[in-house]
Protein backbone atom coordinates (compact mmCIF):
# COMPACT_ATOMS: atom_id res chain seq x y z
CA UNK A 1 0.00 0.00 0.00
CA UNK A 2 1.09 3.42 -0.74
CA UNK A 3 0.21 7.07 0.48
CA UNK A 4 1.45 10.14 -1.47
CA UNK A 5 0.81 13.20 -0.02
CA UNK A 6 -1.86 15.86 -1.09
CA UNK A 7 0.57 18.23 -1.48
CA UNK A 8 -0.17 22.03 -2.27
CA UNK A 9 3.12 22.67 -4.18
CA UNK A 10 4.45 20.38 -6.47
CA UNK A 11 7.45 18.12 -4.58
CA UNK A 12 9.88 15.03 -5.65
CA UNK A 13 7.92 11.70 -5.61
CA UNK A 14 10.36 9.96 -3.21
CA UNK A 15 9.62 12.97 -0.89
CA UNK A 16 6.03 12.26 -1.70
CA UNK A 17 5.88 8.93 -1.84
CA UNK A 18 7.91 8.77 2.01
CA UNK A 19 5.14 7.98 4.83
CA UNK A 20 5.22 5.55 7.77
CA UNK A 21 3.45 2.37 7.40
CA UNK A 22 2.88 -0.31 9.84
CA UNK A 23 2.24 -3.13 7.64
CA UNK A 24 5.15 -4.52 6.43
CA UNK A 25 5.92 -7.21 3.83
CA UNK A 26 7.39 -10.84 5.47
CA UNK A 27 9.99 -10.20 2.78
CA UNK A 28 13.89 -9.92 4.76
CA UNK A 29 15.89 -6.55 4.09
CA UNK A 30 19.16 -7.62 1.81
CA UNK A 31 22.28 -6.76 3.45
CA UNK A 32 23.28 -4.80 0.40
CA UNK A 33 19.68 -2.35 0.58
CA UNK A 34 20.85 -2.02 4.53
CA UNK A 35 24.24 -0.71 3.63
CA UNK A 36 22.79 2.21 1.22
CA UNK A 37 20.55 2.90 3.82
CA UNK A 38 22.86 3.90 5.93
CA UNK A 39 25.49 5.22 3.08
CA UNK A 40 22.27 8.12 2.94
CA UNK A 41 22.41 8.62 6.54
CA UNK A 42 26.39 8.89 6.31
CA UNK A 43 26.30 11.60 3.82
CA UNK A 44 23.82 13.86 5.64
CA UNK A 45 24.38 17.31 6.59
CA UNK A 46 25.93 18.16 10.54
CA UNK A 47 27.03 20.77 12.87
CA UNK A 48 30.63 21.02 12.38
CA UNK A 49 30.37 17.32 10.50
CA UNK A 50 30.22 15.91 14.07
CA UNK A 51 27.88 13.30 12.85
CA UNK A 52 26.16 12.56 16.08
CA UNK A 53 24.05 9.47 14.48
CA UNK A 54 24.25 5.44 15.72
CA UNK A 55 22.31 2.91 15.01
CA UNK A 56 21.53 -0.50 16.72
CA UNK A 57 20.31 -2.71 13.96
CA UNK A 58 18.50 -6.07 14.07
CA UNK A 59 16.72 -8.38 11.79
CA UNK A 60 14.09 -10.70 12.63
CA UNK A 61 15.43 -13.93 11.40
CA UNK A 62 18.36 -13.04 14.28
CA UNK A 63 15.94 -14.02 16.89
CA UNK A 64 17.44 -12.57 19.74
CA UNK A 65 19.09 -9.36 18.73
CA UNK A 66 15.44 -8.90 17.22
CA UNK A 67 13.79 -9.53 20.45
CA UNK A 68 16.35 -7.71 22.61
CA UNK A 69 15.42 -4.82 20.79
CA UNK A 70 11.82 -5.29 20.54
CA UNK A 71 12.08 -5.59 24.64
CA UNK A 72 12.44 -1.52 24.86
CA UNK A 73 9.43 -0.83 22.50
CA UNK A 74 5.99 -0.24 24.43
CA UNK A 75 3.62 -3.25 24.12
CA UNK A 76 1.09 -0.58 22.10
CA UNK A 77 4.03 -0.79 19.52
CA UNK A 78 5.69 -4.00 20.01
CA UNK A 79 2.73 -5.38 19.32
CA UNK A 80 2.78 -4.82 15.11
CA UNK A 81 6.86 -4.43 15.42
CA UNK A 82 6.91 -7.89 16.02
CA UNK A 83 6.18 -8.50 12.68
CA UNK A 84 8.68 -6.71 10.57
CA UNK A 85 11.87 -7.34 8.87
CA UNK A 86 14.35 -4.77 10.09
CA UNK A 87 14.40 -2.85 13.60
CA UNK A 88 16.86 -0.27 14.38
CA UNK A 89 17.28 2.49 17.21
CA UNK A 90 18.94 5.51 16.35
CA UNK A 91 21.22 6.82 19.27
CA UNK A 92 22.56 10.64 19.52
CA UNK A 93 25.76 10.95 21.05
CA UNK A 94 25.42 14.25 23.06
CA UNK A 95 28.74 15.43 22.88
CA UNK A 96 31.37 16.92 20.41
CA UNK A 97 34.20 14.23 20.31
CA UNK A 98 36.68 16.81 20.38
CA UNK A 99 36.08 19.19 23.34
CA UNK A 100 33.53 17.24 25.10
CA UNK A 101 31.04 19.87 24.93
CA UNK A 102 27.18 19.42 24.65
CA UNK A 103 25.61 19.73 20.64
CA UNK A 104 22.72 21.60 20.51
CA UNK A 105 22.43 20.21 17.72
CA UNK A 106 22.71 16.37 18.16
CA UNK A 107 18.97 15.20 17.73
CA UNK A 108 18.53 17.43 15.21
CA UNK A 109 21.16 15.81 13.37
CA UNK A 110 20.32 12.48 13.85
CA UNK A 111 16.88 13.55 12.76
CA UNK A 112 18.84 14.83 9.06
CA UNK A 113 20.14 11.73 8.77
CA UNK A 114 17.18 9.59 9.79
CA UNK A 115 15.08 11.96 7.27
CA UNK A 116 17.70 11.23 4.85
CA UNK A 117 18.00 7.40 5.73
CA UNK A 118 13.75 7.09 4.55
CA UNK A 119 14.40 8.89 1.41
CA UNK A 120 16.72 6.50 0.09
CA UNK A 121 14.89 3.67 1.63
CA UNK A 122 11.97 5.48 -0.48
CA UNK A 123 14.10 4.97 -3.85
CA UNK A 124 14.64 1.81 -3.08
CA UNK A 125 10.85 0.71 -2.45
CA UNK A 126 11.50 0.20 1.35
CA UNK A 127 9.46 2.40 3.93
CA UNK A 128 10.42 2.89 7.43
CA UNK A 129 8.15 3.81 10.79
CA UNK A 130 9.80 5.45 13.76
CA UNK A 131 8.61 5.62 16.64
CA UNK A 132 9.07 7.97 20.42
CA UNK A 133 6.89 4.61 22.36
CA UNK A 134 10.36 2.90 23.45
CA UNK A 135 12.14 2.70 27.09
CA UNK A 136 15.44 4.97 26.95
CA UNK A 137 16.36 3.76 29.69
CA UNK A 138 16.17 -0.26 29.20
CA UNK A 139 18.06 0.47 25.81
CA UNK A 140 20.93 2.21 27.74
CA UNK A 141 20.98 -0.76 30.06
CA UNK A 142 20.63 -3.45 27.53
CA UNK A 143 23.56 -1.69 24.89
CA UNK A 144 25.46 0.04 27.48
CA UNK A 145 25.12 2.51 26.23
CA UNK A 146 28.45 4.99 27.60
CA UNK A 147 26.84 8.35 29.25
CA UNK A 148 27.35 10.53 26.61
CA UNK A 149 24.53 8.84 24.24
CA UNK A 150 21.02 8.94 24.56
CA UNK A 151 18.88 6.80 22.50
CA UNK A 152 16.31 8.56 20.31
CA UNK A 153 13.59 6.37 18.09
CA UNK A 154 13.09 3.38 17.33
CA UNK A 155 12.62 2.86 13.51
CA UNK A 156 10.88 -0.34 11.83
CA UNK A 157 11.85 -1.27 8.28
CA UNK A 158 11.22 -3.31 5.69
CA UNK A 159 9.38 -3.60 2.09
CA UNK A 160 5.27 -3.00 2.10
CA UNK A 161 3.02 -5.23 3.16
CA UNK A 162 -0.63 -5.82 3.54
CA UNK A 163 -2.54 -3.39 5.96
CA UNK A 164 -5.25 -6.51 6.10
CA UNK A 165 -3.33 -8.18 8.55
CA UNK A 166 -3.07 -5.40 10.84
CA UNK A 167 -5.06 -5.49 14.20
CA UNK A 168 -8.13 -3.85 13.17
CA UNK A 169 -7.61 -0.47 14.78
CA UNK A 170 -4.18 -0.15 12.93
CA UNK A 171 -6.41 -1.27 9.97
CA UNK A 172 -8.24 1.77 10.16
CA UNK A 173 -4.79 4.47 10.86
CA UNK A 174 -3.10 2.69 8.45
CA UNK A 175 -6.04 4.16 5.71
CA UNK A 176 -6.60 7.63 7.66
CA UNK A 177 -5.55 10.50 5.31
CA UNK A 178 -2.00 11.91 5.87
CA UNK A 179 -2.44 15.49 7.23
CA UNK A 180 -0.31 18.85 7.31
CA UNK A 181 -0.56 21.93 8.78
CA UNK A 182 -0.42 24.84 5.88
CA UNK A 183 2.95 26.27 4.83
CA UNK A 184 1.33 30.24 6.14
CA UNK A 185 1.23 27.76 9.85
CA UNK A 186 4.85 28.00 10.01
CA UNK A 187 6.68 30.37 7.62
CA UNK A 188 6.48 33.65 8.92
CA UNK A 189 8.82 37.11 7.32
CA UNK A 190 9.94 39.67 9.55
CA UNK A 191 7.88 39.36 12.88
CA UNK A 192 6.95 36.11 14.24
CA UNK A 193 3.28 34.90 12.91
CA UNK A 194 3.73 37.00 10.08
CA UNK A 195 2.81 35.62 6.52
CA UNK A 196 5.66 35.40 4.57
CA UNK A 197 5.68 37.38 1.41
CA UNK A 198 8.63 35.27 0.11
CA UNK A 199 6.53 32.70 -0.23
CA UNK A 200 3.30 34.86 -1.82
CA UNK A 201 1.86 35.62 1.09
CA UNK B 1 30.14 23.66 -8.33
CA UNK B 2 29.04 20.57 -7.51
CA UNK B 3 30.82 17.89 -4.85
CA UNK B 4 29.03 14.55 -5.36
CA UNK B 5 29.87 12.65 -2.49
CA UNK B 6 32.25 9.53 -2.26
CA UNK B 7 29.96 6.84 -1.46
CA UNK B 8 31.12 3.59 -0.63
CA UNK B 9 27.69 1.98 -1.45
CA UNK B 10 25.22 2.96 -3.94
CA UNK B 11 22.76 5.84 -2.90
CA UNK B 12 19.96 8.00 -4.92
CA UNK B 13 21.61 10.77 -7.00
CA UNK B 14 20.10 13.79 -4.52
CA UNK B 15 21.60 12.57 -1.95
CA UNK B 16 24.73 12.10 -3.27
CA UNK B 17 24.60 15.47 -5.08
CA UNK B 18 23.10 17.46 -1.51
CA UNK B 19 25.96 19.00 -0.01
CA UNK B 20 26.45 22.25 1.80
CA UNK B 21 28.27 25.20 -0.43
CA UNK B 22 29.33 28.39 0.72
CA UNK B 23 29.16 29.96 -3.02
CA UNK B 24 26.14 31.07 -4.49
CA UNK B 25 24.62 32.72 -7.42
CA UNK B 26 23.64 36.08 -7.44
CA UNK B 27 20.05 34.94 -8.18
CA UNK B 28 16.50 35.29 -6.58
CA UNK B 29 14.85 32.28 -5.81
CA UNK B 30 11.52 32.39 -7.45
CA UNK B 31 8.27 31.99 -5.15
CA UNK B 32 7.15 28.84 -6.72
CA UNK B 33 10.66 27.17 -5.76
CA UNK B 34 10.21 28.15 -1.72
CA UNK B 35 6.53 26.87 -2.06
CA UNK B 36 8.36 23.58 -3.17
CA UNK B 37 10.95 24.00 -0.50
CA UNK B 38 8.45 24.52 2.38
CA UNK B 39 6.19 21.78 0.46
CA UNK B 40 9.09 19.21 1.18
CA UNK B 41 9.58 19.98 4.52
CA UNK B 42 5.73 19.70 5.34
CA UNK B 43 5.93 16.27 4.65
CA UNK B 44 8.84 14.59 7.13
CA UNK B 45 7.36 12.69 9.56
CA UNK B 46 7.42 13.89 12.85
CA UNK B 47 6.62 12.40 16.75
CA UNK B 48 2.73 12.07 16.68
CA UNK B 49 2.81 14.19 13.78
CA UNK B 50 3.51 17.49 15.69
CA UNK B 51 5.21 19.58 13.15
CA UNK B 52 7.22 21.49 15.61
CA UNK B 53 9.21 22.86 12.83
CA UNK B 54 8.92 27.01 11.69
CA UNK B 55 11.00 29.01 9.32
CA UNK B 56 11.68 32.75 9.51
CA UNK B 57 12.84 33.74 6.22
CA UNK B 58 14.39 36.50 4.22
CA UNK B 59 15.28 37.37 0.27
CA UNK B 60 18.04 39.46 0.09
CA UNK B 61 16.05 41.93 -2.37
CA UNK B 62 14.31 42.38 1.06
CA UNK B 63 16.99 44.64 2.38
CA UNK B 64 15.17 45.46 5.58
CA UNK B 65 14.29 41.90 6.67
CA UNK B 66 17.65 40.24 5.32
CA UNK B 67 19.51 42.77 7.31
CA UNK B 68 17.56 41.90 10.29
CA UNK B 69 18.38 38.35 10.15
CA UNK B 70 21.65 38.39 9.27
CA UNK B 71 22.23 40.62 12.13
CA UNK B 72 21.98 37.37 14.29
CA UNK B 73 24.74 35.07 12.72
CA UNK B 74 28.34 34.87 14.03
CA UNK B 75 30.97 37.50 12.14
CA UNK B 76 31.87 34.79 10.87
CA UNK B 77 29.20 32.95 8.88
CA UNK B 78 27.66 37.12 8.18
CA UNK B 79 30.71 37.56 5.85
CA UNK B 80 29.39 35.44 3.57
CA UNK B 81 25.61 34.82 4.17
CA UNK B 82 25.10 38.67 3.20
CA UNK B 83 25.38 37.65 -0.27
CA UNK B 84 23.16 34.52 -0.47
CA UNK B 85 19.80 35.39 -1.87
CA UNK B 86 17.42 33.78 0.99
CA UNK B 87 18.31 33.48 4.49
CA UNK B 88 16.71 31.33 6.98
CA UNK B 89 16.42 30.47 10.35
CA UNK B 90 14.43 27.08 11.60
CA UNK B 91 12.70 27.16 14.77
CA UNK B 92 11.40 24.19 16.96
CA UNK B 93 8.36 24.75 19.22
CA UNK B 94 9.98 22.66 22.22
CA UNK B 95 6.43 21.54 23.77
CA UNK B 96 3.31 19.29 22.86
CA UNK B 97 0.32 21.74 21.53
CA UNK B 98 -2.14 19.92 23.41
CA UNK B 99 -0.52 19.36 26.39
CA UNK B 100 2.22 21.85 26.58
CA UNK B 101 4.62 18.69 28.05
CA UNK B 102 7.90 18.51 26.65
CA UNK B 103 8.67 17.27 23.00
CA UNK B 104 11.88 15.21 23.45
CA UNK B 105 12.17 15.38 19.50
CA UNK B 106 11.49 18.86 18.38
CA UNK B 107 15.17 19.47 17.09
CA UNK B 108 15.36 15.73 15.79
CA UNK B 109 11.70 16.99 13.61
CA UNK B 110 12.90 19.76 12.45
CA UNK B 111 16.10 18.25 11.58
CA UNK B 112 14.16 15.82 9.74
CA UNK B 113 11.80 18.48 8.03
CA UNK B 114 15.17 20.51 6.80
CA UNK B 115 16.43 17.35 5.27
CA UNK B 116 13.66 16.58 3.68
CA UNK B 117 14.11 20.25 2.24
CA UNK B 118 17.49 19.72 1.21
CA UNK B 119 16.94 17.12 -0.97
CA UNK B 120 13.88 19.10 -2.60
CA UNK B 121 16.72 21.72 -2.82
CA UNK B 122 19.11 19.65 -4.80
CA UNK B 123 15.66 18.08 -7.00
CA UNK B 124 15.35 22.20 -8.06
CA UNK B 125 18.94 22.40 -8.59
CA UNK B 126 19.26 24.55 -5.50
CA UNK B 127 21.83 23.64 -2.32
CA UNK B 128 21.21 25.12 1.34
CA UNK B 129 23.65 25.35 4.01
CA UNK B 130 22.91 25.17 7.75
CA UNK B 131 24.90 27.28 10.42
CA UNK B 132 24.90 26.73 14.00
CA UNK B 133 26.77 29.96 14.37
CA UNK B 134 24.29 32.92 15.39
CA UNK B 135 22.64 34.33 18.13
CA UNK B 136 19.72 32.41 19.43
CA UNK B 137 19.24 34.96 21.87
CA UNK B 138 18.90 37.58 19.60
CA UNK B 139 16.43 35.74 17.27
CA UNK B 140 14.08 35.31 20.32
CA UNK B 141 14.07 39.73 21.05
CA UNK B 142 14.03 40.60 17.84
CA UNK B 143 11.46 38.18 16.25
CA UNK B 144 9.45 38.04 19.66
CA UNK B 145 9.53 34.10 19.78
CA UNK B 146 7.02 32.81 22.27
CA UNK B 147 8.54 31.06 25.34
CA UNK B 148 7.97 27.35 24.30
CA UNK B 149 10.07 28.45 21.05
CA UNK B 150 13.67 27.65 20.67
CA UNK B 151 15.49 28.93 17.63
CA UNK B 152 17.56 26.19 15.90
CA UNK B 153 19.85 26.81 13.07
CA UNK B 154 20.73 29.58 10.10
CA UNK B 155 20.02 28.64 6.38
CA UNK B 156 21.96 30.22 3.54
CA UNK B 157 19.68 28.75 0.38
CA UNK B 158 20.15 29.69 -3.14
CA UNK B 159 21.62 28.42 -6.66
CA UNK B 160 25.22 27.52 -7.21
CA UNK B 161 27.88 29.93 -7.57
CA UNK B 162 31.50 30.69 -8.43
CA UNK B 163 33.95 29.41 -5.47
CA UNK B 164 36.53 32.26 -6.78
CA UNK B 165 34.35 35.26 -5.01
CA UNK B 166 34.73 33.70 -1.78
CA UNK B 167 37.30 34.98 0.61
CA UNK B 168 40.54 32.79 -0.21
CA UNK B 169 40.52 30.55 3.63
CA UNK B 170 36.96 29.47 1.97
CA UNK B 171 37.30 29.46 -1.39
CA UNK B 172 40.02 26.47 -0.12
CA UNK B 173 37.45 24.85 2.16
CA UNK B 174 34.76 24.94 -0.77
CA UNK B 175 37.06 22.53 -2.68
CA UNK B 176 38.52 20.38 0.15
CA UNK B 177 37.11 16.80 -0.08
CA UNK B 178 34.10 15.86 1.74
CA UNK B 179 34.81 13.51 4.60
CA UNK B 180 32.33 10.72 6.43
CA UNK B 181 33.18 8.22 9.50
CA UNK B 182 32.55 4.57 8.17
CA UNK B 183 29.68 2.57 8.42
CA UNK B 184 31.83 0.18 10.76
CA UNK B 185 31.44 3.37 13.06
CA UNK B 186 28.08 3.64 13.80
CA UNK B 187 25.77 0.68 13.04
CA UNK B 188 25.63 -1.84 15.66
CA UNK B 189 24.23 -5.53 16.30
CA UNK B 190 23.54 -6.63 20.24
CA UNK B 191 25.80 -4.63 22.07
CA UNK B 192 27.61 -0.92 21.30
CA UNK B 193 30.60 -0.78 19.22
CA UNK B 194 29.74 -4.48 17.92
CA UNK B 195 30.11 -4.25 14.37
CA UNK B 196 26.52 -5.60 12.88
CA UNK B 197 26.42 -8.45 11.04
CA UNK B 198 23.08 -6.77 8.91
CA UNK B 199 25.57 -4.96 6.59
CA UNK B 200 27.55 -7.86 6.05
CA UNK B 201 30.35 -6.83 9.35
Redesign the interface.
Same mark, same amino acid.
Request: net charge positive; glycine share 4%.
Given at each position: MEKP?P???? &??E #???R?W?PRAFADRPVE??V #???L =?? $?A +????S???E?P?? =?? &???KA?T *??FE?LLSCLTPGNARWVKDVP &?LMMSVARMTFEDDGKPN??A??????? %? /? *?L /???AT?LGLFIH?M $?GFYPDKVREL????AD?EP %? $?AIAVGYPGDPERLPDDLKKRERQP?? +??P?AD? %? =? *?? /??KQR?? %? &??G
Open positions: AAHYP &VH #LIGRSPA #LCS =FE $A +RWAASSNQWH =FL &VAAD *TER &VRHFHDVGQA %V /A *T /AIEAQ $AFKLPY %V $ARE +RKIF %V =F *TG /AWST %V &VG
